[in-house]
């Protein structure tokens, strides 16, 4: 009887534990400083400007590609020009130096992502990287943790896309049997 | 923004992200102004040409994130035709060696190399031209460089000609000049002509090794590929004369090992039976002929040479008959002191039998004919030690090195009050250079080079450059208007740059070439092709009344003791490639030696000196004496002992440190007629009692009856052919169910028969897959890590064996023995029919590799990889070549042949784009892109129509190990042998 009870309190314990860690950790993703306070929340959902306007690489190479710096000023050299913000990277421009962003989205180096296949296939961009356009600040917590691992095991929602390779092959076999998609299941497509 | 700053500032931001791996958080670097039409993650291609040696193959260099991962031959080019040679695939370890001079230099008193600024650099060396002209000395000035047959060439001389420098030594250290003297003495022309492989039915060589390193071994590969095939029943006949069994030897049906030495007698045998038997071509001036060669007497020569006098009535009537046939000679190891004798002797072979216009073709002449003799050479050496030279310019030479010891260039070179290199590697002439000004590497450089008349190869920058180098062409523009105190645009050397004269030079060739066509668009196309090339008519020429010097003989009179055959390493050429480990850790193709030099020693001569394999011997000549281990050979002809040129650099970056001796030790110095004397002087040998044991991956030449390399006889063949019957297909019970394969099956046919042995396969494999190098004590143990290697099989008497090569690679075993032993299932088939490797769920318990009958599983023992370990393979900026598409493996994994499945996966992509299912070309593997025999077909065999897959059907194919019931998807095509010689 004693033992039991001792079981229950451990679960509920563990319980709380998970539910603390995905609040803490999950419900606000990694997401790191960027040296300009860029918003996608103000570009791609207040102005609606197409994904790929910016990022133009995503439907011709295995990477989706950052704007250069004078995309960003095609804009800007007029648009918001006496923000701080802008003249930050405006100041970046005068200088010919790139900015340096820092990384969100990253899969392993083992594993080849190309976005050009699921741009063809037209997968929305939102599918692996979260609704962005709602984000100020974009910030991710993918791969494989604990955080998305117990709250997968709960069937709690997730806070981002995991990144995992079950996620990727769950959406390929799901795209396969409902859509007649052909989207790869080797191994070496991705792992080579 | 140019092109240039873009290569800038995506290298930049690629290593930034190589060292941000360990780093967190990691920086993605935007572009501040993107290029036109330049994606990052998208491959753009750059052609230009591979100067890895004279015979100027066009290239195109596969540029990732502004940095070249990955050289192809450029298909429209006329010597190469899209393949490259393992010298070629190796290149872009010159760009990258880790031991590169990485700005300019000075020598200060104490004789340690500072850096200094190029502005410096360029105005000391200034200053000193500027005292030299004003004193009216420009002849105490000298330039010598390697072979320069386009722009720079004449840019340079343009240079002397203005500063009043002394006439240009354009310096190779084979430069075949006893084919160009022989030209001279027998159709009164000084050139090198065109020798057209392809078109000859039987093809005669004296020695002359054209699949390794003669004149321009790509093309003759192809040719010689073309021409040996059997193809709707015919098939050419190749004969090679050479005491040592060569790769070209091996490759010949029949091999005529001759005493060292008597190739002149051999050549004017067979014209004295050609003669007499009338089997001359029509029109032949007989009298001339018979006049030539006098009265030799077959029988003597055939003692002589150790060559039946049955053998050599043979060879002559084949080579009669054949109509037309081929005779080649004076490869670097039969050049004697009669050099230019035997090619006399060859050349009136050639007329005699009636070659010389079809397959010998004066016009299109090689570039080789332009280069500087060994006498000019040596005269500048003899200048230098009388202290006439004041400035000595060296560019991309290394005389030092490939100078016989006994020219003593490098006394000479300390008379000289100033010595600027321009070399971009540290080597043995650099160590004693004042200056050194590292000139770009070909890849980062403007530039042209004509390897025969009417093919000019553009160069261009196909990435920006790697250290702080300029061209040598832009230094000598500005140093040179400094010292004359011109300015720019004006006087003799008015060109802002190098790169304004290149284009100068090519307004000439384009009014020349394509009058009408605006400039700018005739430059583009070029860039775009390569460069241009034009049909050059064969110029007729007639044999001239010839006096043969007879009474040379090839090696010095009075001299005891075995012969030394010295010749160049297919993988290093002169020397220039030991300091690529690609091409250090390449085991030789005959011997399989592997990171090392060796003297290759007659088996019975080993028995009488009591010398094992690895047994250090002296080897001693008049001239000096060397070090090396010894290599038993059995088919080496006994009264040789032959050591390959390359290896013995003492300043030539960490990869070429101790790797044996420089056999150009052993040679006089005094010049013949035909240049230096490779073949001159004879040996003594002593066992020194130290060992040095060589890493041989391959150690065994014999079957053992396993029949791994197969052959049919040329009748049979034939035979075959006719009746297009296709072997029966093992059909051994499997216990699995037989394999669906949805959409492709990928397979591939390698012809043994085409297959040459030359390993550019194997370094292109390299390159393409990140494969590591893991250094000669681990190649001892057998833990190589190629991919792809090319098995040397022998059969028959051991003293003159036939061989074989036998490219081996994963087989992609419908039922592989791999893939149910793995516990992890890392090793599974895919649904197109690939043995496929996960690396990152592989645990490495190497059950696979065990299981594999194939042994071509390859285990990391070491780890690679990474930076922080003592056996990180790739020290900065060689991880600057690592294709992007393929991952670094790790320490505890196990990897092998993919079959290239990132070309596989790119060509899908291709297709899928334009909506339509892949077919034959849209993906070429590593190794089938570069074979210069084009022995190896990919494709894709559930398409009955692909070439793979009719190809795979032909009687000749065959699996390895059929027995064994794997099913493999590689068919091999059995190799042809001819009859010929063996009655």
């Given amino acids: 009887m004693r033992r039991q009870v001792g079981v229950g309190v451990a679960t509920l314990a563990l319980f709380a534990a998970i539910l603390s860690l995905a609040h803490s950790a999950g419900a606000q993703p990694a997401a790191p400083a960027q040296p300009i306070a860029f918003s996608h929340q103000i570009h791609a959902g207040q102005y609606k400007i197409n994904c790929q306007y910016c990022h133009a690489d995503a439907r011709r190479s295995e990477y989706a590609g950052l704007p250069s710096v004078s995309r960003c000023m095609g804009c800007h050299k007029i648009t918001a020009a006496d923000r701080p913000e802008i003249q930050k990277l405006a100041a970046f421009f005068n200088e010919k130096k790139p900015i340096p962003w820092v990384r969100v989205f990253k899969v392993p180096e083992y594993v080849h992502f190309p976005h050009k296949p699921h741009v063809r296939a037209e997968v929305t961009c939102q599918t692996c990287h979260g609704p962005v356009e709602t984000m100020a600040v974009v910030g991710a917590t993918t791969g494989q943790n604990l955080t998305n691992d117990l709250l997968n095991l709960l069937g709690l929602a997730r806070s981002s896309t995991p990144l995992t390779m079950g996620w990727c092959v769950e959406c390929h076999t799901t795209m396969n049997a409902t859509k007649q998609t052909k989207a790869p299941l080797e191994c070496v497509v991705c792992h080579h | ?187 009164g022309r000084d050139a090198i002509p065109d020798y057209a492989f392809e078109d000859a039915n039987v093809v005669l060589s004296f020695g002359a090794d054209f699949l390794e390193t003669w004149l321009s071994p790509v093309a003759h590969a192809r040719g010689f590929a073309r021409m040996h095939a059997l193809a709707h029943g015919r098939a050419g006949t190749s004969i090679h004369v050479e005491p040592r069994l060569s790769m070209t030897a091996a490759n010949a049906d029949e091999w005529i090992r001759n005493t060292p030495g008597t190739e002149r007698l051999l050549a004017v045998a067979l014209l004295k039976v050609i003669l007499d038997e009338g089997l001359q071509a029509p029109g032949v001036d007989l009298a001339a002929l018979r006049g030539a060669i006098g009265a030799p007497d077959v029988g003597a020569i055939a003692r002589q040479s150790g060559v039946p006098a049955e053998t050599i009535k043979r060879v002559a009537r084949a080579l009669a008959k054949a109509k037309p046939g081929l005779a080649v000679g004076g490869g670097v190891a039969v050049t004697g002191i009669d050099a230019v004798d035997v090619q006399v002797a060859i050349h009136l072979l050639n007329y005699a039998t009636g070659n010389v216009g079809r397959t010998v073709r004066f016009g299109p002449d090689s570039a080789f004919g332009k280069a500087s003799s060994y006498a000019d050479v040596l005269a500048l050496t003899e200048s230098m030690r009388r202290g006439e030279i004041e400035v000595l310019l060296v560019v991309h030479a290394n005389p ?112 020349e070439v394509a009058p009408g066509t605006p400039f700018d668009q005739f430059w583009e196309e070029a860039l775009r092709r390569g460069g241009v090339w034009r049909g050059v008519p064969t110029v007729p020429v007639k044999a001239q009344p010839v006096a043969m010097a007879s009474k040379r003989t090839a090696t010095e009179d009075g001299a005891q003791g075995p012969t030394l055959l010295t010749y160049p390493s297919l993988r290093f050429y002169d020397g220039r490639g030991a300091n690529k480990p690609w091409l250090q850790e390449a085991p030789d193709s005959m011997t399989q030696v592997a990171w090392d030099s060796w003297a290759e020693i007659p088996a019975e001569r080993a028995r009488t000196l009591q010398v094992r394999q690895g047994d250090l011997v002296r080897i001693a000549s008049p001239h000096g004496a060397i070090e090396l281990p010894a290599y038993i050979s059995e088919s080496l002809h006994p009264d040789a002992v032959a050591i390959p040129i390359g290896q013995g650099h003492t300043r030539y970056g960490r990869y070429a440190k101790d790797r044996g001796a420089n056999p150009l030790a052993l040679l006089p110095q005094a010049p013949t007629p035909g240049g230096l004397a490779f073949l001159s002087v004879r040996l003594t040998l002593t066992k020194t009692g130290g060992r040095r044991p060589l890493a041989i991956p391959q150690a065994t030449a014999n079957q053992d009856e396993r029949e791994l390399a197969q052959h049919v006889g040329l009748t049979a063949a034939r035979e075959l052919e006719l009746r297009g019957a296709v072997p029966e297909k093992a059909s051994h019970p499997s216990m699995y169910p037989d394999l669906k394969y949805p959409e492709y099956r990928w397979g591939m046919t390698i012809d043994v028969d085409s297959c040459i042995g030359c390993q550019a396969c194997v370094i292109a ?219």
């Fill in chain 2, 1 to 187: 923004m140019k092109r240039r700053d873009f290569f800038k500032i995506v290298g930049a931001s690629t290593a930034a992200a190589m060292t941000g791996c360990a780093r967190s958080p990691e920086q993605i670097l935007p572009l501040v102004i993107p290029p036109d039409n330049l994606v990052p993650g998208v491959a753009s291609w750059f052609s230009s040409v591979c100067r890895e040696c004279p015979a100027g193959c066009g290239v195109v260099a596969r540029n990732r994130e502004g940095r070249i991962v990955k050289l192809e031959g450029n298909p429209d080019h006329p010597v190469n035709r899209g393949t490259l040679c393992i010298r070629g695939q190796a290149g872009l370890q010159g760009l990258y060696n880790p031991d590169r001079v990485r700005g300019p230099l000075r020598r200060d008193a104490s004789g340690a190399p500072k850096p200094v600024a190029w502005e410096e650099a360029e105005k000391f060396l200034a200053e000193r031209l500027a005292a030299l002209i004003k004193d009216k000395q420009g002849r105490r000035i000298a330039v010598l460089t390697q072979l320069e047959s386009g722009s720079l060439g004449r840019l340079m001389d343009a240079w002397g000609g203005a500063l009043g420098a002394r006439r240009r030594v354009a310096y190779e250290p084979f430069n075949y000049e006893a084919v160009r003297a022989a030209s001279r003495v027998v159709f």
């Fill in chain 2, 400 to 511: 030092v090195f490939t100078l016989p010891a006994t020219t003593a260039f490098a006394d000479a070179l300390k008379k000289v009050p100033l010595v600027v290199s321009f070399a971009n590697q540290p080597d043995e002439t650099s160590e004693h250079a004042h200056l050194i000004l590292p000139d770009l590497h070909p890849l980062e450089s403007w530039g042209d080079f004509s390897p025969r008349e009417g093919v000019v190869g553009l160069m261009q920058p196909t990435m920006a450059p790697v250290f702080g180098s300029r061209a040598v062409g832009d230094v000598l523009i500005a140093v040179g208007r400094q010292a004359l105190r011109s300015a720019e645009g004006k006087g003799p050397l008015r060109w802002a740059t190098f790169q304004d004269y290149l284009k100068e030079q090519w307004r000439g060739i384009a009014r």
């Fill in chain 2, 765 to 983: 494999c390299k390159a393409e897959n990140n494969v590591p190098v893991v250094g000669k004590e681990q190649v001892a143990y057998g833990r190589d890590m190629h991919w792809l290697r090319i098995e040397r099989w022998q059969e028959g008497p051991p003293h003159h064996p036939d061989t074989l090569f036998l490219p081996m690679l994963c087989q992609h075993c419908e039922v592989a023995p791999c893939e149910p032993v793995c516990p992890v299932f890392a090793s599974y088939h895919t649904q197109e029919g690939l043995n496929a490797q996960v690396y990152n769920r592989c645990v490495g318990t190497r059950y696979c590799n065990n299981n594999c009958p194939y042994h071509v599983r390859r285990f990391n023992w070491w780890d690679y990889g990474s930076p922080a370990s003592s056996s990180y393979a790739f020290p900065d900026p060689l991880p600057l070549q690592l294709n992007p598409d393929v991952t670094v493996r790790q320490l505890g994994v196990m990897e092998k042949c993919t079959m290239c499945i990132q070309r596989i996966i790119g060509g899908k992509d291709r297709a899928r784009d334009e909506g339509r299912k892949v077919t034959d070309g849209d993906i070429l593997t590593a190794c089938q892109q570069t074979c210069p025999t084009q022995a190896i077909v990919f494709g894709n065999l559930k398409d009955p129509s692909s070439r793979a897959s009719r190809v795979s059907r032909s009687p000749r194919g065959y699996h390895v190990l059929d027995e064994l019931g794997t099913r493999p998807a590689i068919t091999y095509l059995k190799k042809v042998t001819r009859d010929h010689g063996k009655t």
